[in-house]
């Protein structure tokens, strides 16, 4: 992998960040405001930090850092709606991007188990001469 700008899990993160920084920008729970930006924000941030670290392990657990941000939004979003910040259209929209993008992400994390196991089995196998 070269660069996170170039997974697609990464990209829609960071569009759903944008929409979710947009369509807050007005609300006025300053404290709910920041808290639903930063978890927005944590989902595409925690992809790019994991690619950059030295490891597939590191990657993987960024992966699952970015996973949780995007159930805490999840649930902010339809607390959001609760307090009526949000018209249940917006949160059809925002939950199932969120569902998407978690998705992806636990597909990333599948195969980055995957490719551990086909690795360890590697290094176990007996060398034969």
């Given at each position: 992998?070269?660069?996170?700008?170039?997974?697609?899990?990464?990209?829609?993160?960071k569009?759903?960040t944008l929409e979710?920084y947009?369509?807050f920008?007005?609300c006025r729970?300053?404290?709910?405001?920041?808290q639903i930006?930063?978890?927005?924000?944590?989902v595409?941030?925690n992809?790019?930090?994991?690619?950059?670290?030295?490891?597939?392990?590191?990657?993987?657990?960024?992966l699952?850092?970015?996973k949780?941000?995007?159930?805490?939004l999840?649930?902010?979003?339809i607390?959001?709606?609760?307090l009526?910040y949000?018209?249940n259209?917006?949160?059809?929209?925002l939950?199932e991007?969120?569902?998407?993008i978690?998705?992806r992400i636990?597909c990333?994390?599948?195969?980055?188990?995957?490719r551990f196991?086909?690795q360890k089995?590697?290094?176990?196998?007996?060398v034969?001469?």
């Amino acid at each position: 992998m070269e660069t996170f700008e170039k997974l697609d899990v990464w990209k829609e993160a960071k569009t759903l960040t944008l929409e979710v920084y947009r369509g807050f920008r007005g609300c006025r729970d300053f404290s709910f405001r920041d808290q639903i930006q930063r978890a927005a924000l944590s989902v595409p941030a925690n992809i790019a930090e994991g690619v950059e670290r030295n490891s597939a392990a590191e990657f993987k657990n960024f992966l699952g850092i970015a996973k949780g941000s995007a159930g805490e939004l999840r649930a902010l979003i339809i607390i959001a709606v609760d307090l009526a910040y949000l018209e249940n259209d917006q949160l059809e929209i925002l939950l199932e991007r969120c569902v998407r993008i978690s998705k992806r992400i636990h597909c990333l994390i599948k195969s980055l188990e995957n490719r551990f196991r086909l690795q360890k089995r590697k290094v176990l196998e007996p060398v034969y001469q």
